[in-house]
């Protein structure tokens, strides 16, 4: 992987490019029984013959208890 660009509610939070490709959202401060969504944004190489570059979208609804 190139790079991860994650997004929480449409907001741009960081782009990484090393690992850990993670992101931790602290459920305390969202008001309960409520709707969010994780996006990440995924650059990767391919090697091979024809090297490429690929990219995809990522999304993790989740709800808050």
């Known amino acids: ?11 741009k ?3 990484r490019t090393k690992k850990p490709f993670r992101f931790v959202v602290d459920p305390r ?3 309960p029984k409520s709707n969010h969504a994780v996006t990440a ?4 190489t391919l090697t ?6 690929i ?3 990522l999304v993790g609804p989740f709800r808050s208890c």
């Open 48 to 53: 091979g013959k024809a090297k490429r570059t």
């Open 29 to 31: 401060a969202l008001p």
């Open 55 to 57: 990219n995809r979208t």
């Open 41 to 44: 944004k995924v650059t990767a």
């Open 1 to 11: 992987l190139k790079k991860v660009a994650l997004f929480y509610e449409g907001r």
């Open 13 to 15: 939070i960081e782009v």
